[in-house]
Structure formats: structure tokens, C-alpha cells
């Protein structure tokens, strides 16, 4: 049956008097209320051009006990729990009267822009949300038009079988704590093509499980297909809550002028009533274009100082996967507890200012809010992720220059396995440097690693160099199959960057394994800079041996691993087999350096001593990554060099 509230005192006494599967019709005109509290199985229907208007006198509003939250979020215009088949329809529109519950509004024009520090107006003591449900089941808002919310535009607390389709919502992008969507510890949830514009997040996921007063997983949520900006996130995962976050699927959206478009967050803050962080897997965010944000993705896990000891949240296994991003600030992720990330088909392309750091020391993790000046255009923190063909075209305003670096796999000729290396495209005829990376990095270092990539990437990439910089089996010190692994790199890389000469450039046990490699294929590199390397590997052994330092330690092990017999490790000494080396060789060694010893380059260099082809340098009072710093002009040198 379908009731229009035209036959009832008020819209309230429209939905008592309805029975179940009923239709409540809101017809085209003006219509102001207060709480409206609905029914299980009932569909609230606003007509094309209807209007319900939020009343501004907030005496009008009933305070619920079903709430679970402070005084000023018992309120709402719309809302119910423990309901099940309700649904919210229509063309018409819900006018929020927002700036009413403001205290310092004013009628003036506010710039629609993105605004990083935009000023929010203070909230009125007492305000709505317009739309709330506590644990529902099988809600759906279709449709409508929703303006000018004065707090929470939608807020669904512990629902399943969650539908938000075809919503438009325009909030006052200064509106304070304004979301336009807040989907906690709801589960079954599908947002699709909506278009929301407002002030704070435009969808915010969320686990807030002290709230709900009951532990529930926030799962299995869908959106797609939508149109997203915001003057803070465009979608925002975690923060609010101890829960668990899992299972969402974040594809085919448009976010445009907003502040941070992706923002996952994990912490424990005890002022926030967040006691151990929320735990936060398997989110998969494909196929979206960012227009004019500033922090495309920020990902961030960990505490306040003080509180580090209680966290117990993570953020893992995030995908980020054809997304094109047109954005004015570097992306982040890391903290204490992220892992498993995978970019794949990223394209960044950067424009900053940086007027806006003046005066600001380079932070290698910002705070939780995204703040900190970051030298990196894609900068990371206690986790390695995956990189597959990310790209950062960079202007201005960045110290590292990463651009188009593309992660590729070698099946091994060796054992069949999957080895992952990157690579950058120079100019074809230019020289090619692969870069070894050293004991407990990865080939990535060259776009995770701050000092690698402000002293070698940024000047390679400058000379339009080709890059390679290979894994290699982790921390295998060059072993036999890394050998192998490398020269079948270079054989399928050769004829695809067409470079004119080769060289091997690496510090520690990345030079190590230069080394080792040049030694073994004299025929293929034509010049080698290492950097604290180790040049016998069972004399350093026998160092180790007796030292106590955990890294050591550490080492000591990885190398009886990858080069478990004397034979071998003397197979791959370059002090014996020192006659190979003929190409031009710039060896820089710390005088202190208390991880490779300096012996290590006194003995090679005493070796090699009267060579024309051989320079040696030792930093003095230097420690093991003094020689980095000396790159730039190393490698000038070495390209002077001849065989």
C-alpha cells in the first residue's frame, strides 16, 4: 500500500500507521521535520521534487538510547535499529540546513577548491545526522539527493546487506565533521554509482567495535563506480576502532579535488578511545583516475609516543592496482606494522610547491595526518613493497627522480623460480649501470631507499642512463645461482635497452657481489665501482666469526648458506682470482668501517697494486657508508675508463 503523508498530521504518524511492505510517499513540495524514526519493511519514498527539510530548531529532535554515542551524535533526521528490508528512494531531495548548526557561519561565498589547513566552521553544541541505522539488515538508499548535511550525512553502525546506489550528496566543503558516508563494522556493503562532494571524507570505513558494544568485522564491502571529492579523503579505511577491516574492493572510481585520496590508517590513541589500532587486510584499490589531489595514497600504522607499546593492529596485503594519479605532494606507506603491498601500473605524475616546507627538515614518515615534508615522490617506511611498471613523472619540487621503473621477472634457468628485477629505459647507445643492492634490501632500493635514491638514482636518471637492479635471491652474496641469474638478465636486457657500455656500480655486499661477478664474466661488464666491499669471502668469514653484533651474525650465517664450503667461498674470492679483472676498477673503502673491515681492502688493493686499470680510495675515519656519498663523481671517473 502506498501512504502519502498528505493524509497524516505528520510524516511520522504516516510511517506508524504503515503496515509491512508499505510505501510512505513524500510528493513534490517543501517538507520540514524533525526524527523521523522508520519500520522494518517499509520504503520511504521521496517524489521528484520533494523536499524534506531539516528542521533548524534543534527542540525538535529526539534524543535515542539506541545511539551508543555522545550526547551531540544522539540525534538524527532520519534513522532506526535492529530493522530489517528498509529502503530510502527516490528523486527528491533531503536539505540537511547544515550551516543552521553552525555557530560562526556567515552568508559568504568559500572557495571551492582543495584546500590543504582549510578552516572548518565551529559546530553548534548540538547538531544532526541526517541518515543513522544501528544494526540493520537489508538497507538500501537509492536515488536521492542529499545537501548541506549538518554532521554525519550517512552513518551505518554494525549493518549487513548494506546498498548506497545512485546517491548524490553536495555538503559545504567547509561543513565541520561532515562525512558523507561512515560504513562501520558493517559487512555485505555495495556503494555504487554515486557522486558525493563535501566537506571531511567522502567514504570512511570504519571498525569502531567500543561503539557497537560488540566485536564485528567490517567485511566484504564493494564500491565502485563512483564519483568522490573531498577536502580531506576521498575514501578513508581504519582510524576509528579496535576492529578488524577486512575484504574491500575499491574500483572504477574518479576522486578529484581532494586532499588525500587514499588514506589507511591503523593506530592505537587512547584520547580517540582507540586502545590497540585496527587490523586492517586484503583491500584491492583497481582502475581509478585522481585529479588534483595532494597525497594520491597515504598508508600509515602505529601510535602515539607513549602508547607504542600497546598497539596491536597491522595494515596488510594491499593492492594498488591501474590507477592514474595527477597529485601535488608525495604518496607514503609504512609504520610499525605494514607489509605485503604490491603497485602495479601506477602512473604518479607530480606538481609541487615547495614554498609550502620552507623551513621544514625532510621527515622519513609523516604523522598520522599526512603532514611532513618528504623528499620522495613515493616515499616508504619499515615495509618493501611490490613495484610492477610504476611510474613517477616527477617536476619540481622532489629531491629523487624515479621515473619509469619497471619490475620484471626471470624465470631462472637454473631452479625455475620467479626473480624479480627492475629496470629503467635510457637512451639507446647510453651506458647501462646495474646496481647490486646490498645485505638486507632489495632491487627497489633505488626508489625506497632515501640516501641510495638521492645520491645514485637521481644523478643516473639525469644522464638518461639505462638502469638494472636486480634482487638477486636476497642476501645470497652472489652465490652460483645468482651468478647464473644475472648473466640471463643481461642477455635478455641487452638487446631491449641497447646500451654502448656496462658497468657494475654497488656497496657492500652488493660491491661483494660486483666483484665476484666482474671476476667470473670479465667479458661482460666494462667497468665496476665498489663501494666497502668485501673482497675475500673466507677470511671475512673467519671476521665474523668473532664478532657479536646481531648483523654480523647475521651475515656470518647468509654466507655459509650461499657459499656453504671453503672451496666455494675461495671460487668466489677476488683477491685469487684477481688476473680476470681487466676492466677499470674504482674500489672506496671506510677506514673505520666496523661491517666489512678495511683489511678487506687492504689486501685486494695490495693485490692489485701498479695496475693502470685499478684506483683505490680509502675514506679516512670513515664507517661503512662513507663511499656512498662519493658516488656521483666515482662514476663520472669510471666512465673516463678504458679496458
Request: proline share 4%; glycine share 8%; hydrophobic share 35%.
Amino acid at each position: 500500500m502506498i501512504r502519502s503523508i498528505q493524509d497524516y498530521p505528520s510524516i511520522q504518524d504516516a510511517i506508524n500507521a504503515s503496515d509491512p511492505y508499505d510505501v510512505v510517499r513524500i510528493p513534490p513540495g517543501r517538507h520540514e521535520a524533525g526524527t523521523l524514526l522508520l519500520k522494518s519493511h517499509l520504503t520511504l519514498r521521496l517524489d521528484p521534487q520533494a523536499v524534506l527539510v531539516a528542521f533548524p530548531d534543534i527542540s525538535r529532535y529526539s534524543h535515542v538510547d539506541w545511539a551508543r554515542v555522545s550526547q551531540c551524535g544522539q540525534i538524527c533526521l532520519l534513522g532506526g535499529h535492529d530493522l530489517e528490508d528498509v529502503s530510502i528512494e527516490g528523486d527528491g531531495i533531503i536539505e540537511g540546513n547544515g550551516h543552521l548548526f553552525w555557530e560562526n557561519y556567515q552568508e559568504k561565498k568559500i572557495p571551492h577548491a582543495m584546500i590543504w589547513g582549510i578552516e572548518f566552521f565551529k559546530p553548534g553544541e548540538l547538531r544532526p545526522k541526517l541518515l543513522y541505522f544501528v544494526n540493520c539488515r537489508d538497507l538500501r538508499i537509492r536515488g536521492i539527493t542529499i545537501r548541506n548535511a549538518p554532521f554525519y550525512t550517512i552513518h551505518a553502525l554494525g549493518c549487513d546487506q548494506l546498498e548506497i546506489d545512485h546517491v548524490t550528496v553536495r555538503n559545504n566543503r567547509s561543513g565541520p565533521n561532515t562525512d558523507i558516508l561512515d560504513i562501520d563494522c558493517c559487512a555485505d556493503v555495495r556503494i555504487t554509482n554515486c557522486d558525493l562532494d563535501g566537506g571531511d571524507d567522502a567514504v570512511a570505513v570504519k571498525s569502531d567495535i567500543a561503539m557497537l558494544g560488540r566485536d564485528k568485522v567490517c567485511e566484504r564491502l564493494q564500491i565502485s563506480n563512483n564519483r568522490l571529492s573531498s577536502t580531506c579523503c576521498g575514501i578513508r579505511v581504519g582510524f576509528e576502532g579496535d576492529g578488524e577491516i577486512r575484504d574491500l574492493l575499491f574500483t572504477d572510481n574518479i576522486v578529484y579535488d581532494t586532499n588525500k585520496c587514499i588514506d589507511i590508517l591503523s593506530i592505537a590513541r587512547k584520547d580517540r578511545g582507540i586502545r590497540h589500532g585496527a587490523r586492517i587486510s586484503n583491500l584491492i584499490f583497481s582502475n581509478c583516475l585522481l585529479r588534483n589531489v595532494r597525497r594520491a595514497i597515504h598508508v600509515w600504522s602505529g601510535a602515539d609516543e607513549g602508547e607504542k607499546s600497546e598497539y596491536g593492529g597491522f595494515i596488510r596485503h594491499l593492492l594498488f592496482s591501474g590507477i592514474f594519479a595527477d597529485c601535488s605532494d608525495a604518496s607514503f606507506a609504512g609504520g610499525i606494522a605494514v607489509s605485503d603491498l604490491t603497485f602495479r601500473d601506477v602512473r604518479f605524475t607530480f606538481r609541487r610547491d615547495l614554498s609550502q616546507y620552507i623551513g621544514q627538515a625532510p621527515v622519513t614518515m609523516t604523522d598520522v595526518w599526512g603532514r611532513g615534508y618528504l623528499e620522495q615522490p613515493l616515499s616508504f617506511h619499515g615495509v618493501t613493497p611490490r613495484l610492477e611498471n610504476v611510474v613517477c613523472e616527477n617536476q619540481p619540487g622532489f629531491r629523487m627522480f624515479s621515473r619509469g621503473f619497471e619490475e620484471k621477472k626471470l624465470v631462472s634457468s637454473v631452479d625455475g623460480t620467479s626473480q624479480r628485477y627492475f629496470v629503467r629505459h635510457g637512451k639507446a647507445g647510453n651506458p647501462c649501470f646495474i646496481i647490486l643492492h646490498g645485505h638486507g634490501s632489495m632491487g627497489d632500493q633505488l626508489i625506497t631507499r632515501p640516501d641510495t635514491a638521492k645520491r645514485w638514482t637521481k644523478f643516473l636518471i639525469e644522464q638518461d642512463f639505462s638502469i638494472i637492479s636486480p634482487d638477486l635471491r636476497g642476501n645470497a652474496w652472489m652465490s652460483e645461482a645468482a651468478i647464473r641469474d644475472l648473466t640471463d638478465i643481461i642477455a635478455a636486457e641487452k638487446p631491449i635497452l641497447a646500451w654502448d657500455k656496462l658497468f657494475l656500480t654497488a656497496g657492500s655486499m652488493g660491491g661483494t657481489g660486483a666483484f665476484i661477478f666482474a671476476a667470473r664474466h670479465p667479458e661482460l661488464p666494462d667497468g665496476v665501482a665498489a663501494f666497502g666491499a668485501a673482497t675475500d669471502l673466507e677470511t671475512y668469514l673467519e671476521w665474523l666469526k668473532t664478532q657479536e653484533k646481531p648483523i654480523l651474525k647475521e651475515i656470518a650465517r647468509a654466507i655459509e648458506k650461499n657459499h656453504p664450503t671453503e672451496a666455494i667461498r675461495k671460487n668466489a674470492s677476488v683477491c685469487l682470482h684477481a688476473e680476470n679483472l681487466s676492466m677499470p676498477i674504482w674500489y672506496l673503502h671506510g677506514g673505520a668501517d666496523e661491517i666489512i673491515p678495511p683489511e678487506q681492502a687492504h689486501s685486494f688493493a695490495k693485490i692489485m697494486h701498479g695496475r693502470t686499470n685499478f684506483h683505490f680510495r680509502e675514506i679516512p675515519g670513515g664507517n661503512h657508508d662513507s663511499p656512498l656519498r662519493f658516488y656521483e663523481e666515482t662514476v663520472k671517473e669510471l666512465l673516463k675508463g678504458k679496458r
